[in-house]
DNA sequence: GGGGCCATGTAACCCGTTACATGATTGA
DNA sequence: TCAATCATGTAACGGGTTACATGGCCCC
C-alpha cells in the first residue's frame, strides 16, 4: 500500500496518510498513522524504500521516501498476484435487515441518514474527478466506480424511501426530508 | 451479530456461521467460527441467550441456542445506537488504480475477472431473493440495495471493458501490445 | 474411497484502529 | 484564543481470519 503510494511520486508519512484517507482511495482502502510509521519502517529495513530527512522552518521537519527499484519492482509483482476478493461491511444496512422490528420513524431516520451519508459520500467522489486535471485511466476508473455505486445505492434508497412513506400516511410531528 | 441471527429464529453455532456466510448477508457481514463460538459462550455467561443440548444420530449433537428476554432487549437496545459508516475494501479496485503500469493482456484478465465475480455475487443474489418465499422488508431491502450495487459496478465496468477493447480490436481475449 | 456436509470448539496470529505524546504555526 | 494543519511516532487493544483438532454420515 505504502509502495503504490511512493509509486505516484515521493512523499511522506503523513501525506500517504492522507493520500489514503481523503482521497478517493479512501473507498478502496484506509489507513491510519498506526499503520504507516511502522510499515514505512519495515520497507526501510528491507531496501524498498530510501529516506531523505528534510529540515523545513516553521514546519516540523520531515522524512520523505523514495522507492528503489527494488520497491518498484516489488510493487510491480504484487500487483500480478490474484487480488483478494472485495469486502463490503454495512452496519446501517445490518440495522435495515431488522426494519420489521422498528418503528417506523426510527426506519426513516435510518434510511434518510444513510442517503445523506452516502450522497456527500458522491459529492466528494465528483468534486475529486472534477479537481484532478489530468488523471491517469486507473484515477478514473476508480473514481467513475465510486460513482456508479454510490448513485445506484442512493436511487435504491430513494425509491425504497418512498414506498416506506406511502404505506402509512404521515402522523403528526414528522419529518420532512430536508 | 449473533443475537440478530437469533432473532430470526432459534438456531445453533454452525447455522449462525452459514446465515452470515452463504445468505445475502453476506454482502454485509461476515463471520467465521472463530468469532461466533466465543461470542456465543460470552452471550451465554451474561444470560442473553439459553442454550438446548439435542443429541441427534446419525448427525453430531447439536446446540440449539436462543434469545432471552435481556438478550432481545439488547439487541433492539442496539439498533437504536448510530450504526457505524460503511466500509468497502477491494484489492481489485486498488490494482487497477495502477492500470498504467500493467501490459494491457493483464488489464484485461483484472477487468474480466472483476466483472465475472461480480456476476456470480449478483446471481447469488438474484437467487437469494427468489429462494425466499415470505420475506420481511428488510430482507427485501438489503437483497434489492445489493443487487443495485453489484449491476451498478458491472454496467460500469462493462462500459470501461469496451473503451479497453477500442485501442486495440482482437474479438477474442487475445492480446498484442505490451 | 474421497469429498463435502454436519457440528463444535481452540489457539495463534495478523491487522487495523484508537489513544497517547509532542510541538510549532496559521487563520478565524 | 481556539481550532486546524503540519509532522512523527509508540503502545495497547480489539476483532477477525486461519489453521488446527475431531468425527460420523451421505453421495458419487
Known amino acids: 500500500m505504502c509502495l503504490g503510494a511512493l509509486m505516484l511520486g515521493d512523499a511522506t508519512g503523513y501525506e500517504i496518510r492522507k493520500l489514503y484517507e481523503d482521497g478517493p482511495f479512501t473507498i478502496i482502502h484506509k489507513a491510519g498513522y498506526g499503520s504507516i510509521y511502522p510499515a514505512l519502517q519495515k520497507l ?4 524498498a524504500v530510501t529516506v531523505t530527512d528534510i529540515a ?12 528503489t527499484a527494488t520497491g518498484r519492482a516489488r510493487f510491480l509483482d504484487s500487483l500480478n498476484t490474484d487480488p483478494a ?26 434510511v434518510d441518514d444513510y442517503i445523506a451519508r452516502n450522497r456527500a459520500l458522491l459529492a466528494e467522489m465528483e468534486r475529486a474527478m472534477a479537481d484532478d486535471l489530468s488523471p491517469t ?42
Open 44 to 47: 526501510l529495513d528491507e531496501g
Open 56 to 67: 523545513q522552518d516553521r514546519r516540523p521537519d520531515k522524512k520523505v521516501y523514495s522507492l
Open 85 to 110: 476478493p472485495d469486502r463490503f461491511k454495512s452496519e446501517t444496512l445490518f440495522f435495515l435487515r431488522f426494519a420489521h422490528l422498528l418503528p417506523v420513524a426510527r426506519q426513516r431516520v435510518l
Open 137 to 178: 485511466p486507473g484515477r478514473r476508473l476508480v473514481c467513475g466506480a465510486g460513482r456508479a455505486v454510490y448513485q445506484a445505492l442512493i436511487d435504491y434508497l430513494e425509491e425504497y424511501r418512498r414506498t416506506m412513506a406511502d404505506g402509512s400516511a404521515s402522523p403528526d410531528g414528522e419529518s420532512q426530508d430536508e
